[in-house]
């Protein structure tokens, strides 16, 4: 009987552990097994979002200094970008807002700005055809305050207002687009409208608006060429080229406003921006040296800043 139950036992503590062996074997599977993910079951990105907030900051001050100088400076500027593109089905709308703002103090000269700009751009497609969509585009371009002309380092011609000039722009037509970074934008029929929200501005027919008039109304063809490129692991360019004509005024005359920025990412937390903006507008009159008005002329603008910078 003893011997019975001996064997017994010794049978037992077998199966147990072959039974524990199994579950070890059969844990171990369960870690090492590879879950394949079903691909009908993933959700596309209908929206693409994000944007880059540069700030620059730069002072100086001299006291005695025998290589000149004004006694005292401080520049600054912002820059904001947002983009927020959609895409799903045969739907496509694209938006970006650029918002910009520097300015410049020194002792001698005072305030002056470096920068100053509105720029909000909003374009809806449908597509008909692969890479191309029929669709309308809305644009509203302006600045946020007063800007001015020196035609000496005594005096100043005021030039510019908040919504003087304001231009708003609204454009059905035909879209190319072959993918999220480089787009074509054609209108034969483009309203815009041309504010000026400015009485001293107004009255003297600023921006082609009729004297005494704050808002003229112009029909004619546009384009827009949008681009925005990766330039490898720290680099980004974003360029866009606008042309208008106005059919009732001078069509040969083509408005042209071309934007470009270059960023590129110095630490986390530090960046370089190099913009080149580019307008030229027959209805935008020069300043001379006498403080008189001029014929119009490109107008070019270079900004470079290396300060804080968040892109998200």
Same mark, same amino acid.
């Given at each position: 009987m003893?011997?019975?139950?001996?064997?017994a036992?010794?049978?037992f503590?077998?199966?147990m552990?072959?039974?524990?062996?199994k579950?070890?074997?059969?844990?171990?599977?369960?870690?090492?097994?590879?879950?394949?993910?079903?691909?009908?079951?993933?959700?596309?990105?209908?929206?693409?979002?994000?944007?880059?907030?540069?700030?620059?900051?730069?002072?100086?001050?001299l006291?005695?200094?025998?290589?000149?100088?004004?006694k005292?400076?401080?520049?600054?500027?912002?820059?904001?970008?947002?983009?927020?593109?959609?895409?799903?089905?045969?739907?496509?709308?694209?938006?970006?807002l650029?918002?910009?703002?520097?300015?410049?103090?020194?002792?001698?000269?005072?305030?002056?700005?470096?920068?100053?700009?509105?720029?909000?751009?909003?374009?809806?497609?449908?597509?008909?055809?692969?890479?191309?969509?029929?669709?309308?585009?809305?644009?509203?371009?302006s600045?946020?305050?007063?800007?001015?002309?020196?035609?000496?380092?005594?005096?100043?011609v005021?030039?510019?207002?908040?919504?003087?000039?304001?231009?708003?722009?609204?454009? $059905?037509?035909?879209?190319?687009?072959?993918?999220?970074n480089?787009s074509?934008?054609?209108? $034969?029929?483009?309203?815009?409208?041309?504010?000026?929200?400015?009485?001293?501005?107004?009255?003297?027919?600023?921006?082609?608006?009729?004297?005494g008039?704050?808002?003229?109304?112009?029909?004619?063809?546009?384009?827009?060429?949008?681009?925005?490129?990766?330039?490898?692991?720290?680099?980004?360019?974003?360029?866009?080229?606008?042309?208008?004509?106005?059919?009732?005024?001078? $069509?040969?005359d083509?408005?042209?406003?071309?934007?470009?920025?270059?960023a590129?990412?110095?630490?986390?937390?530090?960046a370089?921006?190099?913009?080149?903006?580019i307008?030229?507008?027959?209805?935008i009159?020069?300043?001379?040296?006498?403080?008189t008005?001029?014929?119009?002329?490109?107008q070019?603008?270079?900004v470079?800043?290396?300060?804080?910078?968040?892109k998200?």
């Amino acid at each position: 009987m003893k011997k019975i139950c001996i064997s017994a036992c010794m049978l037992f503590s077998i199966l147990m552990l072959k039974a524990q062996d199994k579950t070890v074997q059969d844990l171990k599977k369960g870690a090492e097994r590879e879950f394949k993910k079903d691909p009908n079951d993933t959700i596309p990105k209908v929206w693409k979002k994000g944007g880059l907030f540069n700030f620059t900051l730069n002072q100086a001050a001299l006291s005695n200094w025998s290589a000149g100088g004004d006694k005292s400076s401080l520049s600054l500027s912002t820059f904001l970008n947002l983009y927020a593109f959609y895409k799903k089905d045969k739907n496509s709308w694209d938006n970006t807002l650029d918002l910009a703002y520097g300015l410049v103090s020194t002792t001698s000269l005072g305030n002056r700005k470096s920068d100053d700009r509105i720029d909000l751009l909003s374009k809806y497609g449908y597509e008909v055809a692969k890479s191309w969509y029929v669709g309308v585009l809305f644009n509203v371009r302006s600045q946020f305050a007063k800007g001015y002309a020196y035609p000496d380092s005594k005096s100043r011609v005021l030039t510019s207002d908040f919504f003087a000039p304001a231009y708003i722009l609204l454009s $059905p037509g035909i879209n190319y687009k072959p993918n999220d970074n480089f787009s074509v934008f054609v209108s $034969p029929a483009t309203a815009r409208w041309v504010i000026v929200n400015n009485d001293s501005l107004a009255s003297v027919g600023a921006f082609g608006v009729d004297s005494g008039k704050h808002v003229k109304l112009e029909i004619g063809a546009y384009a827009s060429i949008s681009y925005m490129k990766k330039i490898g692991a720290n680099s980004s360019y974003t360029g866009r080229l606008d042309l208008f004509s106005n059919y009732g005024h001078d $069509p040969q005359d083509i408005d042209i406003y071309w934007t470009n920025l270059l960023a590129v990412k110095v630490t986390k937390a530090i960046a370089m921006t190099f913009s080149v903006n580019i307008v030229y507008d027959n209805d935008i009159k020069t300043i001379k040296a006498d403080g008189t008005s001029g014929g119009p002329a490109a107008q070019i603008q270079e900004v470079l800043g290396i300060g804080l910078a968040f892109k998200f």
